[in-house]
């Protein structure tokens, strides 16, 4: 599947970012999460270079694009920055943002900041912002972000991620995927091999140690307010990380919200159900064209 894709680089921002894509037309951009890299979105890339310019990007830090070292280069605003920049060197003034995990917490805020930029939304199992905070003030959320503070932890993560040949970062795929089917040998190998580049597991987990404690507090008022850019949101109902429960409500945040829900599938929604998950995007991607 991936023999049809392109790869290159870009320049945002002073990191050097790898990013593979295919087709023309309009940019839809696409935004991994952790620990994965822009094979994630294989099937998606696929399904959508025939009527768009696809492009997924190795975010900072992961796979093949610049390992910035310490905590700082990965903070919020610095992120924010990242995806301006991919749009602008991809010769766009706007695109269709598709986001999952940690890539999703990157989209929402970015379209907060540059609705002018974002022409549709779409994230997967990712909760908006405000509703994700005040989960996390919640037992039942906290028992399943358990890891979010344990990779506060120095070096301990990295050990433990980095253990076997990977065993770590296959597990997270593998073990939590309802349709096991859906990660072949290859595709876990190709999760590893990204994670095992010098430096990555370290700047993967300090996505979490640069952000978590200010992420934590109601730092971004503007995600208190209503959003108008046109989102949908997808999500595999037997997430073991974020709950059901953190999407209720979230249509008091969105001005024109659509959702999803995926049963007996789990957070890796996008590669463990493509063909829903393409179904739901060019649907939602129809009525707002």
Not at 15 to 30: D, T
Not at 64 to 70: E, H, L, M, N, T
Not at 269 to 282: A, F, I
Request: some cysteine; aromatic content about 14%; glycine content about 6%.
């Amino acid at each position: 599947m991936t023999a049809t894709f392109q790869y290159d680089y870009l320049e945002t921002n002073g990191v050097r970012l790898h990013y593979a894509h295919q087709g023309s037309g309009p940019l839809m951009l696409f935004l991994h999460g952790f620990p994965e890299f822009w094979y994630s979105w294989r099937h998606q890339l696929a399904a959508f270079a025939e009527d768009y310019h696809v492009v997924a990007v190795d975010l900072r830090g992961y796979n093949r694009s610049d390992i910035p070292k310490g905590k700082a280069p990965f903070r919020l605003p610095v992120l924010l920055d990242d995806v301006k920049g991919i749009i602008h060197a991809l010769g766009y003034q706007e695109a269709i943002l598709v986001a999952h995990d940690w890539g999703g917490a990157i989209a929402w805020s970015f379209a907060y900041d540059h609705p002018e930029m974002v022409q549709q939304l779409i994230v997967m199992n990712i909760p908006h912002p405000a509703k994700l905070r005040a989960g996390l003030r919640s037992p039942r959320q906290l028992l399943r972000s358990w890891y979010m503070f344990f990779f506060q932890m120095t070096a301990l993560p990295e050990w433990w991620f980095s253990a076997r040949n990977h065993q770590g970062i296959a597990d997270a795929f593998a073990k939590m995927a309802i349709r096991k089917s859906a990660f072949t040998a290859e595709d876990l190998d190709a999760f590893r091999d990204a994670a095992a580049q010098p430096g990555a597991l370290t700047a993967m987990i300090n996505y979490y140690r640069a952000t978590l404690r200010l992420y934590l507090k109601n730092n971004r008022p503007q995600e208190q307010t209503v959003l108008k850019v046109p989102t949908l949101m997808i999500w595999g109902e037997e997430d073991m990380v974020l709950g059901k429960e953190l999407t209720y409500g979230t249509e008091d945040y969105v001005a024109d919200f659509t959702l999803h829900y995926i049963p007996d599938c789990s957070h890796w929604v996008q590669q463990e159900q493509p063909e829903l998950v393409n179904q739901y995007m060019r649907a939602f991607l129809a009525d707002k064209a």
